[in-house]
C-alpha cells in the first residue's frame, strides 16, 4: 500500500479516537482489549498489500442499498472487512459496491474521490456515497430520504441513520441513466408469452421489456422447458453456473428465470454500455466479447445478435 493510503488510513484512526470521547448510550463502551484487537488489525490492513481491482459493473441505486442492508447489525470493527468478525466504514462501503461489481478504495479518503460529485445532499440519490470530515476519516451510503447506511463507531454495529455531522463530499460511483435499446424508454410489452415476467423485470431493473421478450424468442420459442444441446436451460437459456451466480434455483421456473435474465441483461449493458455488445456477452460470455474488443467473430453470435435486434427494433 503506499504511503498516501497509510497516511489515509491513520487519518481514519485519528477520526475514530476523536469519536471516542463523544457520549454513548450506557453499556456501549468498546472494551479496552477489544479496542486494541480492532486497533492492531486496523494497522495490519493498512500495510497490507492492496489486490487486484476488479472489473467494473454498474447496478443501480436501489441495489445498492438492498445489498449495504443485509448487513445491518454487525459490529463495527476497526479495519474490519469481513462480516463474520465485523465491518469498519469503508470495509462496508467496499464490501457492498464489490459484492455489486464495482472496485472501490480500501479507505475512505480514497472512496470520497471515487465517481463524480454530487453538489448537495438535496442532489443525492440512493447508493450514492456520503462522506464526512476533513480529512476525510468516516464514509457511508445514503439510502433516500436524508437517512444513510453506515458503520459508525467502536460499540456500535452498522446501522440506518439521519444524515448528520460534517458532511463534506458526496460522491456518485453509479451511472446517471441506463442505457436502452435505441436510447428509448423501456415500454411495456402485451402480445407475447410471459409478458406480465418482462414488464416487472423491465420495471424493476430498468431493461428494455422488449429486448427481454426478444431474447426469450431467440433462446426458446418462448418455451420454458427447454434445454440446450450445451446444457442451458429454461426460457432465457440460463446455463448451471450462471442461474446460480444470479440465485436461480430453477431456470425452467418462468418467473425465477425472466428475473435472473434481466439481472445479468442490466450487469452488462452496465458493463459493454452498447446493447449489442451485451447480447454478444449474452451469448458467447463477457470473456470473448473482451478478447475481441467487440462482437466475436462467431456465425452464431453475429446472427444471434443481428435476429434479437431486428425483434425488437432497435440499434446498439
Partial sequence: MSVTAVTSRVAEIQGVLSQLGAPRAPGSALAAGSFRTAMDGALATALAPAGAPAAAA??????????????????????????????????????VYRNLGIDLPRVSRDQAQAGRPVASLAEAQPGDLLA??????????????????EAPRPGLSVRVTEVSGDLTAIRRVLPESAPTVSGRASAPVSAVPYADL????AATYGVDAGLLAAIAKQESGY???????????????LMPATARGLGVSDSFDPAQAVDGAARLVRDLLDRFGRTDLALAAYNAGPGAVLRYG???????????????????GGTP
Fill in 58 to 95: 454498474s447496478p443501480g441505486g436501489a441495489r445498492v442499498v438492498a445489498e449495504a442492508e443485509k448487513y445491518l447489525g454487525v459490529p463495527y470493527v476497526w479495519g474490519g472487512t469481513d462480516p463474520a468478525n465485523g465491518l469498519d466504514c469503508s470495509g462496508l462501503v467496499q464490501l
Fill in 223 to 237: 418455451r420454458p422447458d427447454a434445454v440446450s444441446p450445451v446444457g442451458a436451460q429454461g426460457l432465457m437459456q
Fill in 294 to 312: 467487440g462482437i466475436p467473430p462467431y456465425p452464431e453470435t453475429q446472427n444471434y445478435v443481428r435476429s434479437v435486434l431486428a425483434t425488437v
Fill in 132 to 149: 464526512f470530515n476533513s480529512p476525510v476519516s468516516h464514509i457511508a451510503i445514503y439510502v433516500g430520504d436524508g437517512k444513510m447506511i
Fill in 198 to 201: 418482462f414488464n416487472r423485470a
